[in-house]
């Protein structure tokens, strides 16, 4: 069985309300349908996929483990040069990088945990990619 796709990433934050703030204002994700756990969280859903899974970690469920970390996780996307007008307007710091050989432009950003995430395009979409520190 070949894997196809990203599913979903699950992040583990303090502060729930504000995470899911977060990913709705520059991800434009939005809550949904969750499984009634016995521990806070949301899902975060793209059309009627639940990409991102939040647990809020004052109250963690018991498999937690402080150690644990998560370096990224991508999402693809469409429309380069409208999404880094996006952050740019919502001051959210951002770098690019575009992979060498096949082309697919990178817009890497830090959520309000610090988890670090990117976002990929085709090779062919046009934009000034030029890394934006914030003010």
């Given at each position: 069985m070949?894997?196809?796709?990203?599913?979903?990433?699950?992040?583990?934050?303090?502060?729930?309300?504000?995470?899911?703030?977060?990913?709705?204002?520059?991800?434009?994700?939005?809550?949904?349908?969750?499984?009634?756990?016995?521990?806070?969280?949301a899902?975060?859903?793209?059309?009627?996929?639940?990409?991102?899974?939040?647990?809020?970690?004052?109250?963690?469920?018991?498999?937690?483990?402080?150690?644990?970390?998560?370096?990224?996780?991508?999402?693809?996307?469409?429309?380069?040069?409208?999404?880094?007008?996006?952050?740019?307007?919502?001051?959210?710091?951002?770098?690019?990088?575009?992979?060498?050989?096949?082309?697919?432009?990178?817009?890497?950003?830090?959520?309000?945990?610090?988890?670090?995430?990117?976002?990929?395009?085709?090779?062919?979409?046009?934009?000034?990619?030029?890394?934006?520190?914030?003010?």
């Open positions: 070949p894997l196809q796709r990203l599913d979903h990433v699950n992040i583990r934050t303090e502060n729930l309300d504000r995470t899911v703030e977060f990913y709705g204002r520059v991800l434009g994700l939005h809550p949904g349908d969750r499984p009634a756990f016995p521990f806070p969280g899902w975060l859903y793209a059309g009627d996929a639940a990409v991102v899974h939040l647990i809020g970690v004052k109250d963690a469920p018991p498999d937690y483990r402080e150690d644990q970390r998560l370096e990224h996780f991508a999402l693809s996307a469409t429309d380069l040069a409208g999404f880094l007008a996006h952050l740019r307007a919502e001051n959210v710091p951002y770098w690019c990088r575009v992979l060498p050989t096949i082309g697919v432009q990178q817009v890497n950003i830090l959520d309000c945990d610090g988890n670090h995430l990117h976002i990929d395009f085709a090779a062919d979409e046009k934009a000034d990619l030029t890394d934006f520190p914030g003010h």
